[in-house]
């Protein structure tokens, strides 16, 4: 039983359907045939006439003659060769014997042979030495390595294989061809159909019926339908498409129907077989019904053919001689159609009827009903010609396509079992090997899915009886495994070679079934299924190999595993050998080859170049990636610790390559790197592998460790700390240059930060890439060192900012405590404060830290805590991402796996709070404490002329807010188009704290030359409420409720302002013993309303006779009127120095000289407090 070729019958209906088109096409003016000129093609043969023959006649005038394309095309397959090395000089011609589209280019070259160790290998390269290096063998790698990849595409139309087996019929004696085996299987088809009275009309009768009933029936559209739909419509057309799908012509079909009509008639229902059917033929068909000689020739001798398979076997001598001499005149044409009459050839086909009636009338060999002489002695042309008829439920144009009525044609090939001998069970064995065969031609896994269908239906159908048991067994075959001959049953046959050829793919399925999940898990299906020894029906079991046992389908799959890891550790092998010869041309290393490429760590480096362990870890993790999604899922259905043995065989591969290599490493190139890495990867996927099926196996040895694991982490662990010291050394040298050429500009209009902390970050950000990148065994330590390098770079980074800014100190001015008095002689000579000179340094520093270099600091404070979360994010994303490589050497089982893990988070947890989060607080107590710097420089620095000098000096009414409202919009402003929007409003509300600090000033320490009334009051507090509008900005600024908590002691101040003397003196007293002898203005955040030095300060500025006199009776405070307060223009200080600092807009103290008083007042306030409460205070 040899295995249908759909791919040679689909290039012959292309050439017939191409002949077809080019006569029909108009280039052909004339076709003459011997008959004379004709139009018809009816009559012509395609298969039988020359394509060069016709080539040659449309270039030479249109002309062409059937009788001479026949001759040619006969002429030219008797000489094929010989013939097309005519035309073709070059003699490039090839004759293929399988399926071209599974054939890639033929070789140009031997392949190199594989080294078997050392020696081999330094000899094969001392002899490729003559090539250019760096040329030859790339090319061969980067080749050979493509090659290698298409090879894992399945092709199964690839049936050369010399190890699968196949079901073989007893050779047929007569030589039928497969066209053959088609035609006869059709007229038995047929006359099955016509003795079963299946009603067939012709075709010529079916067009005058639908005729006449069209005409009778026209105003009956209803009679019409229910006439369509009767039973002989929907047997023609099952008729039409059994011939089509048989590949039977019109003219062909009419006639055999026409003669076994008339033979139907003459016989009884079912009384027929196979020899009286081809005499019958032989007797009713004459020369003339033929179109051409040559085709009757064919049919005769086909008939004579059929006729000597099947009587041939008859034991008499006598009777034999007499078949063959008999169909040696049918066969000869002189013979039987000239020099014999009509009558002698119906004596002759009676003698052999007669023959064959005494054979069909012995009895069956096995008592079966139905049986006849020919079951048995005529099995292999049956079985043959039941196979032609299976086939026809295959579309004919999509070979993998099973045609729509192909259910009804099945139940109508029941109609031939009593002719060909055929049984439920055989039926059922036989259409399986033909869906597999055609599954194997066309790849459909369809076609598997039906022939998985009959296979179960074959080993769950009932217990037959004996006699049939007998029966299939008595049909035997033939089959050949390494060249010994197996003398089995057909079923047996059947059987064994599907399995055969399962086993011969699934031997290497990392070949053959490379990212086709249910294809490999059907043909598993069916290895099993179609594997079982005894062949014996198993009732109620499926199709999945449960009717197998289970040592069996355990040594098979194990078998399975071994073989296919064994063929893709030798592709892989080859393609490690490429790999080194490669990376030993492109580094041009010629001597000891193996040793310095293979094992040696510290051979040199080129750009482009992968190390050979690289490429066969690489190589390795796609075969095991392949068991993980695709091999290991199915075939531990039945076999649980497949993945096991997968895993530790890959291990061990890999590990005899990887040992001597691992031996000389001392530092972290980049080769050790890359190799290290792969290594790693691999053995994670490797574990992951193993584990995969531990927690569903009960197997004891899902509970040890996977492998001896890879001495990696010993090798690397110290190597990877020594490189991170040597990154903390360089991060703080860049730091520390970009902080040196850092200008506090910002980097763009979007980016409003410092270039130096983009700098600084981008370095970090590239050690922390390289630092995951080495994919390497990493434990605690390695993150704990990683992130105190990123701490004490930050850090260092934040305190060159932080040290910078200058004390708040140095913004206050200090001014004498006065009592209010009018001066009664204004030319009398005034006293004159002296004021202490500001460091020369610090005024510089000032300088450089103006408002714009200030925002642009803050918002570089900002960035880095933005930075800060995405680095720190980054970092745990990448740590939990490398946890096989943390887990790397661990005793990793189903039972500690993910254990490990959960043991580190907490201390995990506790490294990025003690470094990341610390750096973030920094950043964020930096940024408010530049922002209460940045506040306090512009209201009591930048703005010290207009707002502390000037406002409300003299007098309320001639200097109010409203012409300082400009600059501090104008400073809003300013501030708010260079700030970062995310701490805009931090930065805002600390302006606003620092001028009301400023109004604080004003009214507690303005100094002489400010004492306020209560309408002065008034107005300042119609100033306040309106500098309060400012910063809320009609809702686009501050919150309200921000604006009024903290502008409350403000107004609370104004509000002792307005309160009558004697109750603020009265308060005075009851808080004199907290007054602090302090000489400096204090802040006003460090006050609060009750405080004495901010009673006796209220005294101090109120514009109020009765004040004046109470500090004058009790603390000797000197009059307002005898200081003259000098402006920041004025130049008329005690020292030169004074002059050049009012220049340039310097900042001034009072001195500690003029504070002397204080401290004396504070002790005659004490002392007073006691008479002041028993006696009445009078002006």
């Known amino acids: 039983m040899e295995f249908s070729n759909p791919t040679l019958r689909k290039y012959r209906d292309d050439r017939r359907r191409l002949l077809e088109f080019v006569l029909s096409s108009g280039l052909i003016k004339e076709i003459r045939t011997p008959a004379g000129p004709t139009t018809s093609f009816s009559s012509i043969n395609f298969d039988s006439i020359s394509t060069d023959y016709v080539l040659e006649c449309i270039n030479s005038g249109g002309v062409l003659d059937v009788s001479q394309a026949r001759k040619r095309y006969y002429d030219e397959s008797s000489q094929p060769i010989t013939f097309l090395q005519m035309h073709l000089r070059s003699g490039d011609v090839y004759y293929l014997h399988s399926d071209p589209n599974s054939m890639g280019s033929p070789p140009f070259r031997m392949p190199p042979p594989m080294p078997m160790n050392h020696a081999d290998f330094v000899e094969l390269r001392k002899s490729e030495t003559n090539y250019p290096a760096g040329k030859k063998s790339p090319s061969l790698f980067q080749e050979t390595r493509k090659n290698c990849q298409e090879t894992t595409v399945p092709d199964l139309n690839c049936m050369g294989n010399t190890t699968v087996l196949s079901a073989v019929l007893p050779t047929l004696k007569t030589g039928f061809s497969d066209d053959d085996l088609r035609e006869s299987a059709y007229e038995v088809f047929l006359a099955c159909m016509m003795f079963s009275r299946v009603e067939i009309y012709s075709t010529e009768a079916k067009k005058r019926e639908r005729s006449a009933r069209f005409l009778g029936v026209l105003n009956n559209r209803r009679e019409k339908r229910h006439v369509e739909h009767e039973s002989p419509d929907r047997n023609l057309k099952i008729h039409e498409t059994i011939r089509m799908q048989m590949q039977i012509s019109e003219a062909t079909d009419t006639l055999i129907r026409r003669r076994l009509t008339q033979f139907a008639s003459s016989k009884p229902c079912g009384d027929v077989d196979v020899p009286q059917l081809s005499l019958a033929l032989l007797t009713g068909i004459l020369r003339t019904d033929f179109p051409s000689e040559k085709s009757y020739i064919h049919w005769k001798n086909r008939q004579a053919n059929v006729l000597e398979e099947l009587l041939s076997s008859d034991h008499n001598k006598n009777r034999k001689q007499m078949i063959g001499a008999s169909l040696a005149k049918i066969r000869n044409p002189e013979e039987w159609d000239l020099k014999m009459s009509p009558s002698e050839r119906s004596d002759f086909l009676l003698v052999i009827r007669q023959v064959a009636l005494a054979l069909s009338s012995m009895p069956g060999r096995f008592g079966i009903e139905g049986e006849t002489y020919y079951w048995t002695t005529g099995y292999h042309l049956n079985i043959r010609l039941y ?578 409202l400009p600059q501090f919009d104008s400073a809003l402003n300013n501030v708010c188009r260079l700030i970062d929007e995310t701490i805009r409003d931090l930065v805002v509300s600390s302006i606003y704290k620092a001028s009301l600090e400023g109004f604080v000033w004003l009214l507690l320490d303005g100094g002489p030359s400010r004492a306020f009334s209560d309408t002065d009051i008034s107005m300042i507090e119609e100033d306040l409420s309106v500098f309060e509008d400012l910063f809320v900005a009609n809702g686009e600024g501050l919150p309200r409720s921000l604006i009024e908590e903290e502008s409350k002691f403000v107004h609370q101040i104004l509000s002792l302002f307005s309160l009558q003397t004697q109750s603020v003196i009265q308060m005075l007293m009851e808080s004199s013993e907290h007054i602090s002898v302090d000489t400096t203005s204090p802040r006003y955040a460090q006050r609060y309303l009750g405080d004495a030095e901010t009673l006796i300060r209220v005294l101090c500025h109120k514009k109020d006779r009765e004040a004046s006199k109470f500090l004058k009776r009790h603390y000797q405070l000197p009059p307002s009127s005898d200081y003259g307060e000098t402006s920041s223009e004025d130049s008329s200080f005690h020292s030169p120095l004074l002059a050049d600092i009012v220049k340039r807009s310097a900042s001034f103290r009072w001195s500690d000289k003029s504070q002397s008083s204080f401290k004396f007042m504070k002790k005659k306030l004490q002392e007073a407090t006691w008479d002041i409460k028993h006696v009445t205070w009078s002006k």
């Not at 790693?680 to 193993?690: I, M």
């Open 387 to 964: 196979e032609k008829i299976l086939c026809s439920v295959f579309d004919i144009l999509e070979d993998s396509q099973i045609i729509e009525e192909s259910e009804e044609i099945l139940e109508l090939t029941k109609l031939t079992w009593s002719m060909l001998g055929i049984t439920q069970k055989l039926h059922h064995a036989l259409f399986a090997w033909v869906l597999f065969q055609q599954f194997v031609a066309t790849e459909d896994m369809a076609l598997l899915d039906y022939s998985l269908c009959e296979v179960d239906k074959v080993l769950s159908a009932e217990m037959c009886d004996d006699r049939e048991v007998a029966y299939t067994n008595s049909l035997t075959s033939f089959t050949f495994s390494n060249g010994h001959e197996m003398r089995l049953s057909l079923m047996q046959s059947i059987f064994l070679s599907i399995s055969s050829w399962c086993d011969s793919k699934l031997q290497d399925y990392h070949l053959h079934f490379s990212k086709k999940k249910l294809f490999f898990e059907r043909v598993v299906t069916m290895a099993l299924s179609a594997g079982n020894e005894d062949f014996v029906p198993h009732i109620n079991s499926e199709f999945t190999g449960a009717g197998t046992s289970s040592e069996l389908v355990t040594g098979k799959i194990r078998g399975y595993v071994e073989k296919s890891l064994d063929a893709a550790c030798r592709r892989v092998s080859f393609v490690l050998y490429l790999a080194i010869i490669n990376f030993c041309d492109c580094n041009h290393n010629k001597v000891d080859l193996w040793s310095q490429v293979t094992y040696s760590p510290s051979s040199g480096y080129i750009k482009d170049t992968i190390h050979p362990l690289v490429t066969l870890a690489n190589e390795l993790n796609l075969i095991v990636e392949e068991d993980l999604s695709i091999f290991s899922p199915v075939l531990s259905q039945w076999y649980r610790e497949c993945a096991m043995i997968s895993a530790k065989k890959l291990h061990q591969f890999y590990g005899e390559r990887l040992k001597p290599f691992l031996q000389d490493v001392t530092c972290l190139t980049m080769d050790v790197r890359k190799v290290l890495s792969a290594a790693v990867a691999l053995e994670a996927c490797l574990t992951k592998l193993h584990t995969s099926v531990c927690n569903e196996t009960k197997s004891p040895s899902a509970n040890e460790p996977a492998f001896d694991y890879f001495p990696i982490a010993e090798i690397s662990g110290p190597i990877i700390l020594d490189w991170i010291v040597a990154q903390h050394e360089r991060i703080l040298e860049w730091t520390a240059r970009a902080f040196e050429l850092e200008d506090w500009e910002p980097l763009s209009l979007q980016q409003k930060q410092a270039a130096s902390a983009v700098e600084v970050f981008r370095i970090i950000e590239e050690t922390v890439d390289q630092f995951f990148e080495f994919s390497l065994p990493m434990d605690i330590t390695h993150l704990q060192a990683l992130l105190s390098v990123i701490f004490h770079s930050l850090d260092a980074y934040l305190s060159k900012m932080s040290i910078q800014l200058v004390e708040k100190k140095f913004f206050y001015p200090s001014t004498p405590l006065t009592r209010y008095k009018e001066a009664a002689f204004p030319i009398v000579k005034k006293k004159v404060v002296e004021h202490s000179i500001l460091d020369d340094e610090v005024h510089k520093q000032l300088d450089i830290l103006a408002t714009s270099k200030l925002c642009i600091r803050l918002n570089t404070y900002r960035y880095i805590q933005k930075q800060i979360t995405v680095l720190e994010d980054g970092i745990r994303k990448s740590w939990e991402a490398i946890i096989p490589c943390r887990l790397y050497g661990c005793q990793m089982t189903p039972g500690t796996l993910g254990t490990s893990v959960d043991l580190n988070d907490e201390s995990v947890t506790e490294l990025f709070v003690a470094t990341l989060d610390c750096i973030r607080d920094s950043a964020g107590h930096a940024i408010k404490r530049t922002c209460d710097f940045l506040g306090a420089k512009i209201v009591f620095w930048d703005m010290r002329d207009s707002f502390l000098f000037n406002l409300y000096h003299g007098g309320v009414e001639g200097n109010r807010l409203d012409d300082l």
